[in-house]
């Protein structure tokens, strides 16, 4: 136990999560309790229940445990490992003076022991500074981990203050990190560049539109200013897209570039065009070599490494195409480390932008 940090304040990093392992039984129990958040298949209670229950995990999971196996790193899970990896070097370069762990949504470890290992570094903690591995604001991302921390501080923590860092989409920090490390993947032989964002149902966004009137329910809505676009996680995609091509200069570039969603589940409309879509697509219209980028997670994962660099490889070469390059997520990379130190020292300074969530 390392009781020398001297800060009252802990960073506590939670991404998605993974199964313990790539076994069928592993991948079941991390499906159901992902499939039955309310917040991902937001159906009710028991229609959910018998969905997951009844149909999806008598299916799934042998399908997705070969999908992870596909995937599957020596050391584990890659998105477990790598956000141990992010951990690791954001511990290093702040040293003793704010206690740093992570946490899962999902499987483990949970944010429950995220803010044990906190207090075990430092018995002193007051406030935990929790920032969602998730640049855009959805329901079944940011809002379920707000949701599930506030649960974990009020029945467990609830001497302790949660504060949480607020979608960075468009933070210039960010974007920065963002597209240098896109970077030295842009090189002149591409024709197109996808930026594939996760996608959800359409209801999703029509349900946090705070003015009831504006997603999807106006022309070319994500471009047209409202207080709405604060929890619309197409416009954040849009305008990450959109930064992103302004710091990188895109438009100059040799390829074109465009937005897709990937991920569908079940029959209800969700965000398009659907990213094996525009694969199929562009590599009918002549496309010969793409690169796609995953903006919308931070580690690379089952829906980057499987989903885009495995099966939207092999979608898009059975289409007429040629190459896919599967561009890796921000992951470690050393600009994006900075930016998590920024923030960690910004909340240890009390200085503005952080946003204070009660646990009551």
């Given at each position: 136990m390392n009781q020398t940090t001297k800060s009252k304040i802990g960073i506590l990093l939670v991404n998605l999560g993974s199964p313990d392992t790539y076994e069928p039984a592993d991948v079941k129990?991390?499906?159901?309790?992902?499939?039955?958040?309310?917040?991902?298949?937001?159906?009710?209670?028991?229609?959910?229940?018998?969905?997951?229950?009844?149909?999806?995990?008598?299916?799934?999971?042998?399908?997705?445990?070969?999908?992870?196996?596909?995937?599957?790193?020596?050391?584990?899970?890659?998105?477990?490992?790598?956000?141990?990896?992010?951990?690791?070097?954001?511990?290093?370069?702040?040293?003793?003076?704010?206690?740093?762990?992570?946490?899962?949504?999902?499987?483990?470890?949970?944010?429950?022991?995220?803010?044990?290992?906190?207090?075990?570094?430092?018995?002193?903690?007051?406030?935990?500074?929790?920032?969602?591995?998730?640049?855009?604001?959805?329901?079944?991302?940011?809002?379920?981990?707000?949701?599930?921390?506030?649960?974990?501080?009020?029945?467990?923590?609830?001497?302790?203050?949660?504060?949480l860092k607020n979608p960075f989409y468009n933070d210039p920090d960010y974007i920065k990190a963002l597209g240098e490390s896109m970077r030295p993947h842009l090189t002149d032989d591409i024709d197109h560049l996808i930026f594939s964002y996760h996608g959800v149902p359409e209801r999703h966004i029509k349900k946090r539109d705070i003015t009831g009137k504006h997603c999807l329910k106006c022309d070319d809505c994500c471009n047209v200013t409202s207080v709405a676009h604060t929890y619309c996680y197409r416009h954040h995609d849009i305008m990450t897209t959109k930064n992103v091509a302004e710091y990188l200069n895109l438009d100059s570039m040799s390829f074109t570039y465009s937005n897709a969603f990937q991920s569908k589940l079940g029959i209800d409309p969700w965000l398009t065009p659907a990213t094996d879509k525009e694969l199929e697509r562009l590599a009918e219209e002549g496309i010969k070599k793409v690169a796609v980028v995953c903006p919308a997670f931070i580690?690379?994962?089952?829906?980057?490494?499987?989903?885009?660099?495995?099966?939207?490889?092999?979608?898009?070469?059975?289409?007429?195409?040629?190459?896919?390059?599967?561009?890796p997520c921000i992951n470690d990379h050393n600009l994006w480390i900075q930016t998590l130190e920024k923030w960690s020292l910004t909340v240890l300074n009390k200085e503005n932008g952080i946003k204070e969530i009660t646990t009551t």
């Amino acid at each position: 136990m390392n009781q020398t940090t001297k800060s009252k304040i802990g960073i506590l990093l939670v991404n998605l999560g993974s199964p313990d392992t790539y076994e069928p039984a592993d991948v079941k129990e991390y499906l159901r309790e992902f499939l039955l958040d309310e917040r991902v298949i937001d159906l009710p209670k028991p229609l959910r229940k018998l969905l997951v229950e009844g149909i999806i995990l008598n299916i799934r999971p042998k399908e997705s445990g070969e999908a992870y196996e596909l995937i599957w790193w020596d050391e584990g899970s890659p998105l477990i490992v790598i956000t141990e990896q992010v951990r690791n070097k954001l511990k290093n370069r702040l040293g003793n003076k704010i206690p740093v762990s992570i946490g899962m949504r999902y499987g483990n470890p949970s944010i429950k022991k995220g803010i044990e290992d906190l207090l075990e570094e430092n018995l002193n903690l007051e406030e935990v500074f929790l920032i969602p591995l998730y640049p855009q604001y959805a329901m079944a991302t940011t809002e379920t981990v707000t949701e599930k921390a506030k649960e974990v501080f009020k029945k467990y923590f609830s001497h302790l203050k949660l504060r949480l860092k607020n979608p960075f989409y468009n933070d210039p920090d960010y974007i920065k990190a963002l597209g240098e490390s896109m970077r030295p993947h842009l090189t002149d032989d591409i024709d197109h560049l996808i930026f594939s964002y996760h996608g959800v149902p359409e209801r999703h966004i029509k349900k946090r539109d705070i003015t009831g009137k504006h997603c999807l329910k106006c022309d070319d809505c994500c471009n047209v200013t409202s207080v709405a676009h604060t929890y619309c996680y197409r416009h954040h995609d849009i305008m990450t897209t959109k930064n992103v091509a302004e710091y990188l200069n895109l438009d100059s570039m040799s390829f074109t570039y465009s937005n897709a969603f990937q991920s569908k589940l079940g029959i209800d409309p969700w965000l398009t065009p659907a990213t094996d879509k525009e694969l199929e697509r562009l590599a009918e219209e002549g496309i010969k070599k793409v690169a796609v980028v995953c903006p919308a997670f931070i580690s690379d994962c089952i829906e980057t490494l499987e989903e885009i660099g495995i099966r939207g490889e092999e979608e898009f070469m059975q289409a007429g195409g040629k190459e896919l390059k599967l561009i890796p997520c921000i992951n470690d990379h050393n600009l994006w480390i900075q930016t998590l130190e920024k923030w960690s020292l910004t909340v240890l300074n009390k200085e503005n932008g952080i946003k204070e969530i009660t646990t009551t």
